[in-house]
């Protein structure tokens, strides 16, 4: 029988410590958000790589984060400011708590899994009214309204990233949010993670 302690989910209190802890990081370093992941695309592949989604998955998640915070006149929504890559790169990042990492993937198949019993389709394939209306159903539900939760925070620090990580293109979420992303700006010598080895006690 295996040791390994079973899987405890995180709650929302430890969700909102850990992303807190990690932005607090990086603005005691003193510079702009800085993540060294791009995922290159290509003629063959537009979407690159989806990893560790698969590529219908990767369609859903735009789909699902563009009803969470879509493109309404106010302001740029998920897709523009590629809030789906960032979610990627969360997902892919070592230093992502395992526990989060697999709270979001459980639940994506929990998400997948309703929306076939009920459409009998991938959530990417529904119109705008049936996904809002999908959408709108799970937030009844607990583990539901903490998803979308933590989807929303993501976006929201997809909204302060610096634009040479191929999200918040041209610093669009800066506009919006009036925000001056201070100086330095990333380099390779100071990008994320190695700048966290460089401001260890």
Known sequence: MSSKEPYQEVSDDQWA?????FVRTILLAGVALQLPWISACSDDDPLGDTSPLTKDDYKSLHAFQNILFPEDGNGPGASQIRADRYFLFVLNDPRTDPEIRTFFLDKFVRFNTRCNREHACKFHELDKA?????????????????????????????????????????????????????????TDKNAYPQILLNHEV
């Open 17 to 21: 410590m850990s992303r807190k802890n």
């Open 130 to 186: 049936e996904a809002e209306s999908f959408v709108a159903k799970i937030a009844q539900d607990t583990w539901g309204k903490s998803w979308i939760s933590r989807h929303l925070n993501l976006i929201f620090e997809a909204l302060l990233l610096d634009p040479r990580y191929d999200v918040n293109p041209d610093g669009i979420g800066w506009d919006w949010l009036e925000h001056d992303p201070g100086q330095p700006r990333p």
